[in-house]
């Protein structure tokens, strides 16, 4: 009991103060300063965050966006520096919290990044459109490059022409499993799947892996994370029947109430 008490109050500690340091420009918490002023691991002060104490909502930036050269390099610097080769969901989480986005968002992001590769034309067309003064969207439209123009420009201010032909491809930091990865497609999907099954005891996760290509324990993992959309998805549903069911019975009307 008394250590649930003062889990309970670090939890709210970290919260108020982490409002305190919530920057609107940036969309997200001045964690490092958070930390100085309770003196605790940047890792453990995030475990002890509740948004729902200090009202700060986790934004949705999908890996198809633009997510600016500040956001994109914290990302990667953050996860980087606190975590080892292979990240679990509850890594991840902390993440999230530490970017003040959804984790699923930066896992994508991160698997954007880490497939990525800067070849040594690619760099080349780079340096001429940049001497040239072209802006980075332009310059990821003039040379078909497969990602955003903030990874373009991570990739690119981190390689080196001369260290590109002779050097093979890094090996990557951490490795994010493809079952990590989901697209907003595939989300999609997999609740109308979900949808069509109830209170989803009797779903055929055999035939729901088949359809989306991930294997079942990723299928099953991901609705735990798609939890509140599909609730929300299958709430929808009822209203629509509850709808159609009394727009079809007759109405009894004022003459019947009057008589």
């Keep these: 009991m008394f250590t649930m008490h003062i889990s309970s109050e670090l939890k709210y500690r970290v919260s108020l103060t982490a409002k305190s340091y919530y920057s609107s420009a940036?969309?997200?918490?001045d964690w490092e300063?958070?930390?100085?002023?309770?003196?605790?691991?940047?890792l453990k002060t995030l475990e002890h965050f509740d948004e729902s104490i200090c009202g700060i909502r986790q934004?949705?930036?999908p890996e198809t966006q633009d997510?600016?050269?500040?956001?994109?390099?914290?990302?990667?610097?953050?996860?980087?520096?606190?975590?080892?080769?292979?990240?679990?969901?509850?890594?991840?989480?902390?993440?999230?919290?530490y970017m003040n986005i959804c984790h699923s968002d930066c896992v994508a992001k991160m698997w954007a990044l880490g497939k990525f590769r800067m070849t040594p034309i690619l760099f080349e067309q780079i340096t001429e459109y940049r001497d040239a003064g072209l802006l980075?969207?332009?310059?990821?439209?003039?040379t078909l490059a497969d990602c955003t123009p903030d990874i373009l420009r991570i990739a690119y201010a981190t390689s080196n022409k001369d260290t590109l032909y002779k050097s093979k491809r890094p090996k990557a930091?951490?490795?994010?499993?493809?079952?990590?990865h989901w697209s907003r497609?595939?989300?999609v999907r997999l609740i109308e799947l979900?949808?069509?099954?109830?209170?989803?005891?009797?779903?055929?996760?055999?035939?729901?892996?088949?359809?989306?290509?991930?294997?079942?324990?990723?299928?099953?993992?991901r609705r735990i994370l798609l939890r509140p959309q599909i609730q929300e998805a299958r709430g929808s549903s009822i209203d629509t029947d509850q709808a159609t069911s009394s727009s079809e019975s007759p109405s009894l009307g004022i003459d019947y109430l009057l008589n």
């Design 33 to 42: 300063s958070v930390c100085n002023e309770l003196r605790l691991p940047i």
């Design 136 to 142: 980075w969207p332009t310059i990821c439209r003039n």
């Design 185 to 187: 497609e595939e989300d």
């Design 67 to 97: 997510w600016g050269i500040e956001t994109l390099t914290a990302l990667k610097s953050f996860t980087e520096t606190n975590f080892q080769h292979c990240m679990s969901v509850d890594d991840w989480v902390l993440v999230g919290k």
């Design 26 to 29: 940036r969309e997200r918490v």
């Design 194 to 221: 979900l949808s069509q099954y109830g209170s989803g005891s009797d779903v055929d996760w055999n035939y729901i892996s088949k359809t989306l290509g991930h294997s079942k324990n990723a299928c099953r993992y």
């Design 173 to 180: 930091k951490f490795r994010i499993s493809k079952h990590q």
């Design 59 to 61: 934004r949705s930036l």
